[in-house]
């Protein structure tokens, strides 16, 4: 901020935006309250040369950086685990019309665009220093492409003390004058993702397989280290341990580093269409693999310790889970969910009707991921050394076991 006084501001460019052309000097303009498509007009002719204040204040949540752990309560563990499968419709309800006044997220971004706004601002957070959120509106329909990214205005994502001051600011009636630069860079070519994949070889029942694993790729605000580092270090110290005790496993034990996570959970999606196959798309087929997998076990909810695992609506494991997660009581684990979760590397699996699981975690404060506080300092080593030993001792179990993890019927 330049005027009415110099301060220092902190914010993340939005990825899938462009940059600034150097140093931009612009005025604030508050254009939080676009709703329908005749809000627009009030802002037309107004926006030229502005830098946007897109959202309205954040509410400050002065609890998330100062809670700690937050653990979940035994009655929280309890709700979880009397929750119910939702019963299944007759007929599904046919989907609400599309309002057509109402202005989508993306059309609001163009608007800004050719008023000629230099740039948006916006905080959908309210934790202290924190900044949540990094991919620009319609990023996933356009599939990021190169083209439309270069068309869009750069969107700032500004932590929420700053992002206020501003805002309170400008509805005094003073003029905010910032200064801005962002150099976001966009690439005149694919570039090709990897997953990384270890095993541990089985012996008589070699063939058949058994998985864990987290994703490495991260957001560009910090490191990534509770999104998900963690779970791809807890995979790896599960193997140490198996390693390290001479563990001799009947089925192969193969742990996976996912890449695209963050993009539409690539990596697992094409390592299951090519490896194992999906019976539900013609397209795609069965592969040999398929009758020869076990289970897969995740972790992406954070770098808290294990406290259960969600069942993922497939009632047939919940005896053999409860029977391994019995030594781990001392540790608080001690819930089965059968609820289904998503958004993470097992529901690729879990879609082509193959055992995928993710453990149920505590939350960490303040260590959320798509955040620029996702680093390192932020993890409680005990809780991962924890769950390193749960992940050994059920891929063992699943691994020696005399047959496979049961299946959920192919709807």
């Not at 966009?186 to 029942?205: F, M, R, S």
């Amino acid at each position: 901020m330049l005027e009415p006084e110099y301060q220092p501001m902190m914010g993340f460019p939005l990825a899938y935006t462009s940059g600034t052309k150097g140093k931009v000097a612009a005025p604030a303009v508050i254009a939080a309250d676009i709703q329908t498509k005749k809000d627009l007009d009030r802002y037309r002719g107004k926006l030229k040369g502005a830098a946007v204040l897109s959202t309205p204040p954040a509410t400050l949540d002065m609890a998330a950086l100062t809670q700690g752990v937050s653990r979940y309560s035994d009655e929280e563990l309890k709700q979880m685990e009397e929750a119910v499968l939702p019963r299944p419709q007759r007929a599904p309800a046919p989907p609400t019309p599309p309002n057509p006044d109402l202005v989508k997220a993306e059309e609001r971004m163009d608007f800004f665009r050719d008023e000629g706004a230099v740039c948006v601002l916006q905080c959908d957070g309210g934790a202290m220093g924190m900044v949540r959120g990094f991919s620009r509106p319609g990023a996933n329909e356009d599939h990021w492409s190169r083209e439309k990214t270069l068309k869009t205005l750069p969107i700032i994502a500004v932590t929420p003390e700053h992002y206020n001051r501003m805002y309170r600011i400008l509805k005094r009636g003073l003029a905010v004058k910032i200064e801005v630069e962002v150099r976001n860079r966009v690439g005149e070519k694919v570039e090709k993702a990897a997953n990384v994949i270890g095993e541990i070889p089985g012996t008589d029942l070699a063939d058949e397989i058994v998985m864990v694993g987290a994703h490495f790729d991260s957001w560009h605000a910090a490191s990534g280290a509770s999104d998900t580092a963690a779970g791809c270090a807890v995979a790896l110290e599960a193997a140490r341990i198996l390693k390290a005790v001479g563990a001799k496993p009947r089925r192969t034990i193969r742990v996976a580093f996912w890449a695209g996570e963050e993009q539409g959970i690539h990596g697992s999606r094409e390592y299951v269409h090519a490896h194992f196959g999906n019976p539900k798309d013609p397209k795609i087929g069965v592969k040999p693999g398929y009758d020869k997998f076990s289970v897969y076990f995740n972790q992406d909810y954070g770098a808290g310790q294990f406290r259960g695992i969600y069942l993922q609506g497939n009632e047939h494991v919940r005896r053999v889970f409860a029977a391994w997660m019995e030594p781990f009581r001392d540790f608080g684990m001690t819930a089965l969910s059968i609820q289904s979760v998503g958004s993470t590397d097992h529901v690729p699996f879990d879609a082509a009707g193959l055992p995928g699981f993710q453990f149920i975690q505590d939350r960490i404060g303040g260590t959320a991921g798509h955040t620029n506080l996702d680093f390192y300092d932020t993890l409680r080593a005990e809780d991962l050394i924890k769950n390193a030993v749960v992940e050994a001792a059920f891929i063992y179990h699943a691994a020696m076991a005399g047959q496979r993890i049961p299946r959920k019927l192919l709807k």
